[in-house]
């Protein structure tokens, strides 16, 4: 049952986690960072392990990043719906989501072109093109154009690149291509340039990072408003209306730009989706995970009871079948599409590359990821007791790591184990240590995984635990469901 809360259990100016209780936590994690990025720099730079790094470190980014995203959906979703329950809550998610625009600085190492070369065959492509072909200003018709001519000898363009005027030298170069491959990147122009990608990706950071930025700000400025009224509810709500279409967008382009981009010819238009119920499911594993040791610290105990774990377990429960229909959704129609440049993803997931199996955990991600949590959420004492739920949201997010190093990793095998003439290494074999590779997936890890910790722990310490001045606290302190 739970538990009976009035106005006088409220503290007039809310409740905030003592310093010494997240000091340590700050500490050990920012020295962590600083070894790692360290760490990180000189791998990054090495010639043996510097090509296969730069996908440790990209899958470390999008682990992380899919809670940060999460916890933005589930702050934008709270105040869109008129959440009450979720008030109690509501600040961890905004501390969540609020780490979002501080991993700009996670995302720098992808935006160098040498890093870049490694993980975007699309953009060595571009770049190989830009330093062969040279864009000559013509006239055509009265009217300025641009046309491609070849200025290095290469086996892939014929002696005179391929005639017309376009209106852009950006474009001309880009159409000088003869590979019959190729075909599928020139179709997908406008959409896969490197100045189209570096732009979207600015974009990402600066309007999600605005949206979450205010919604927070909004929340923590009615903590110390002295005559607190539901003027500020009402912005908030119109605030996350607007952003929540802009975190749909961008949440399925981070997606498309740095994970589907890895291979510019495989395409699927459920791959967002999917991404999508990454974000959901494991953000509110971390919520649940954060408001555990908060209480065991003695913090929302008042505001907080079993009632909330039900509504958060039922939650996970259910994004836990959403990330299973989109999954099968997705294979099966690639499967009965029989399409080449779709199949290739799972062609190459259901095969091995020597040092992994990955057929193997591709079968067994159907049954961990889903039969097991599916089952034993069911139950409703399962969502309501600690004790049970806390090693579940453990289990799901390691299930998660599973599920995007199956996304990610497989690419680097055939990536990098040919000759990238594109990037400037033929004749050269790129990945030299393979089976050492998964070294730096670790490293890479933790270095993301610790700068992570301490951007959320910083954001937990930085306002009162809960919305204390929330006209619906006392609605949400009073749960039952």
């Known amino acids: 049952m739970a538990h009976h809360v009035t106005s006088q259990d409220i503290p007039a100016n809310g409740e905030q986690i003592a310093k010494k209780d997240l000091s340590k936590v700050k500490l050990i994690s920012l020295l962590i960072f600083v070894a790692g990025a360290i760490a990180s720099f000189l791998l990054f730079s090495n010639e043996t392990w510097g090509a296969g790094y730069a996908y440790s470190w990209l899958f470390a980014f999008i682990f992380f ?6 916890g933005v959906f589930w702050t934008t979703l709270h105040h869109v719906t008129n959440s009450g329950w979720g008030v109690s809550i509501r600040r961890i998610m905004e501390n969540l989501g609020f780490v979002f625009p501080f991993f700009a600085v996670i995302a720098i190492p992808l935006m160098i072109p040498s ?18 072909v040279e864009a000559v200003e013509v006239k055509v018709d009265g009217k300025k ?38 075909h599928l990147l020139k179709v997908k122009k406008w959409y896969m340039s ?13 309007v999600l990072g605005a949206g979450i930025f205010f919604l927070r700000k909004f929340s923590i400025d009615q903590d110390k408003d002295p005559n607190p009224t539901t003027r500020r509810l009402i912005l908030t ?9 802009f975190f749909a967008v961008i949440a399925t382009f981070i997606a498309f730009d740095f994970m589907m981009g890895t291979d510019y010819k495989w395409f699927s238009t ?21 408001l555990t040791w908060l209480r065991s610290k003695g913090y929302l105990t008042t505001v907080t009871s079993q009632e909330h774990y ?25 499967w009965y599409a029989n399409i080449t440049e779709e199949t290739t993803y799972f062609l190459l997931r259901n095969s091995s590359d020597g040092s992994v199996n990955w057929n193997l955990w591709s079968t067994l991600l ?40 199956i996304a990610i990793i497989p690419e680097r095998g055939p990536s990098l184990s040919v000759m990238n003439k594109f990037a400037g290494h033929e004749g050269e074999i790129l990945l030299t240590a393979p089976h050492k590779a998964y070294l730096g997936d670790i490293v890479a890890f933790i270095t993301v995984g610790a700068f992570f910790v301490f951007v959320f722990v910083r954001n937990l310490g930085s306002a009162n635990t809960y919305p204390n001045r929330d006209p619906r606290i006392l609605e949400s302190a009073n749960l039952h469901n």
């Open 310 to 334: 039900h509504i958060m377990g039922k939650l996970m429960h259910a994004f836990v079948i959403f990330w299973a229909y989109v999954s099968f959704s997705q294979f099966m129609l690639i």
């Open 366 to 405: 159907v049954f961990l990821h889903f039969a097991l949590p599916f089952a034993v959420l069911l139950p409703h004492y399962m969502k309501k007791k600690v004790k049970f739920v806390v090693p579940i949201c453990i289990y799901l997010l390691v299930m998660h790591i599973l599920d995007l190093y």
């Open 270 to 290: 459920m791959y967002g989706v999917w991404f999508f119920a990454g974000c959901a499911l494991n953000s509110m594993a971390v919520l649940i995970l954060t």
């Open 194 to 206: 490197l100045e189209n990608w570096l732009t979207r990706v600015i974009l990402f950071f600066v």
């Open 115 to 132: 890093v870049q070369d490694d993980l975007y065959e699309w953009m060595n492509r571009h770049r190989y093109v830009q330093q062969t």
């Open 237 to 245: 709500r119109k605030l996350s209306c607007a952003v929540m279409p």
């Open 145 to 182: 154009g641009y046309e491609a001519k070849v200025v290095a000898g290469t086996e892939d363009l014929d002696e005179h690149a391929p005639g017309g005027a376009y209106k852009s030298p950006e474009k001309a170069q880009l159409y000088a291509t003869h590979e019959p491959y190729d």
């Open 65 to 70: 990043i899919t809670l940060t995203l999460g």
